[in-house]
């Protein structure tokens, strides 16, 4: 039967096939089987049930080089698509692991964006939550220190009756300006600042408000005459002393004054100011990878020396308040004289700071200049009592000056936690320009000039916490 079946089929093809009657087969001829009969091995196969074929004309095939000054018809292709969809992977790397992680996991906190993922630990750098938050505020306790520039005598001792100008009074005890130091006095500095974004040199902008101020300066000194009645001389008179403690008195008999028992003092001055910033602020860079001894990877902050530039105005106002009274041996004479000075400073000023930023703690240096003009005035007023009689005058003078103050300070500041920083910093603050109250002391029966050329230093320690949000 099988002998039979390869026969029938043989000739079957031969005696249907083109080749066998002499034809070429058209190369856009396909050979389709369109109906099957399967039929077991031990069963008899009916003839009549042989495979039926037929012929399908196909698209027809792309031009060649062959084929030349022949055109051939375009063809979209659609017939030559798979008709089962190609099965493809979810993941096309497939099923293989991943590679461990250099360094451990970040975990998610404050201030911490999407960029802190558990796929991103690789791309991660503390540099990235440096300054993380819209919002900054800085307050700090400052002890500051006042030191006026011009030492003014104002009394002297002459118990041993000498005020010939002709001669000398060796060691006599003296009062000045100086004579009893200011001390530390406590202020504040509070700064309110908002971020305004970065720019592609990877700096911060900010603008931010400050206030320095609430500083109460006082000091007093006082002398008193080793003799009776009292031979205390002023050095505030027509005839000021040539020196102190050794040098030709001179002849300042000032009624209310000279003769006096006991001369006092009495200085105050304070300090206030505001101003406002734009600041440009460097950023650290970014976080080194390091390989240990035994084979760990430790991540290690990269220290930065990081720059910002500050520009903006400041207002000042510096006030002062000298006292100075005089009191006679069982007597109602006395002398009263003060003199207040009043300093409005207002300008531009200019600086750069420089710090060396680490892990968690940097520490830095900074400088500022200042052009300032400044609305100054002054307020003296003057009381005499002598023999039961008063006399009473003052003056009420203003100008207007330029002036400049200069700062410097260095800084260390420790990171608690990414929002919050506690910083120690030592700073001094030099101005020049400005009306002392002592330099305008004068008890000559003409007001003296108004003297705006005095100048003063601030320095201190201020301890303090800076926080964002």
């Not at 399908?56 to 375009?74: D, F, I, N, R, V």
């Not at 530390?184 to 908002?194: A, D, I, S």
Request: charge should be negative.
């Amino acid at each position: 039967m099988g002998l039979l079946f390869c026969l029938t089929t043989t000739c079957l093809f031969f005696g249907l096939s083109p080749m066998a009657q002499g034809q070429e087969i058209s190369p856009n001829v396909t050979l389709t089987v369109t109906d099957t009969v399967e039929t077991p091995l031990n069963s008899s196969r009916n003839p009549d049930a042989i495979e039926q074929v037929q012929f399908q004309e196909l698209p027809p095939l792309a031009p060649t080089a062959e084929s030349e000054g022949k055109s051939a018809e375009a063809t979209t292709g659609d017939d030559l698509m798979p008709t089962e969809p190609i099965q493809t992977s979810d993941d096309a790397a497939g099923d293989t692991e991943s590679e461990p992680m250099l360094v451990d996991e970040i975990l998610e906190g404050p201030f911490d964006g999407s960029y802190v993922e558990q796929d991103a630990t690789l791309f991660y750098s503390s540099n990235n939550t440096f300054r993380r938050g819209l919002w900054y505020s800085r307050a700090e306790f400052v002890a500051l220190l006042r030191t006026e520039g011009q030492d003014v005598p104002i009394a002297a001792d002459q118990s041993d009756g000498v005020i010939d100008e002709s001669q000398f009074t060796l060691n006599r005890p003296v009062i000045t300006s100086k004579t009893t130091d200011h001390t530390y006095e406590p202020g504040v500095r509070l700064t309110l600042g908002r971020f305004l974004g970065q720019d592609v040199a990877n700096r911060d902008h900010s603008l931010e408000f400050t206030f320095f101020g609430l500083f109460e300066f006082e000091d007093t000194a006082s002398i008193r005459s080793t003799a009776l009645p009292g031979y205390l001389d002023t050095a505030l008179g027509a005839f000021k002393f040539e020196t102190y403690g050794l040098g030709i008195v001179g002849n300042n008999v000032v009624p209310g004054f000279t003769g006096g028992l006991v001369h006092s003092t009495d200085y105050q001055a304070d300090l206030n100011s505001g101003e406002v910033n734009y600041r440009i602020m460097g950023r650290p860079l970014r976080d080194r990878i390091a390989l240990q001894p035994n084979g760990s990877w430790v991540r290690h902050g990269t220290a930065s020396a990081l720059q910002t530039f500050v520009i903006g105005a400041r207002y000042i106002r510096i006030n002062e308040d000298f006292k100075y009274r005089s009191e006679f041996f069982e007597s109602d004479d006395s002398g009263f004289l003060n003199v207040r000075t009043g300093n409005d400073l207002f300008g531009l000023h200019a600086g750069i700071e420089i710090s060396e930023s680490y892990t968690n703690w940097s520490w830095g240096a900074r400088g500022r200049f200042g052009g300032l003009y400044n609305l100054a005035d002054r307020n003296s007023f003057l009381q005499v009592v002598t023999d039961g009689a008063v006399s009473e005058r003052g003056q009420k003078v203003h100008k207007n000056n330029l002036a400049a103050a200069v700062e410097a300070g260095l800084s260390a500041q420790y990171q608690i936690r990414t929002n919050l920083v506690a910083r120690v910093s030592y700073d001094a603050m030099y101005i020049t320009g400005i009306a002392s109250a002592p330099e305008n002391l004068g008890l000559a029966p003409e007001w003296p000039n108004f003297e705006v050329t005095g100048d003063v230093l601030y320095h201190g320690l201020s301890v303090g916490f800076e926080m964002l949000w």
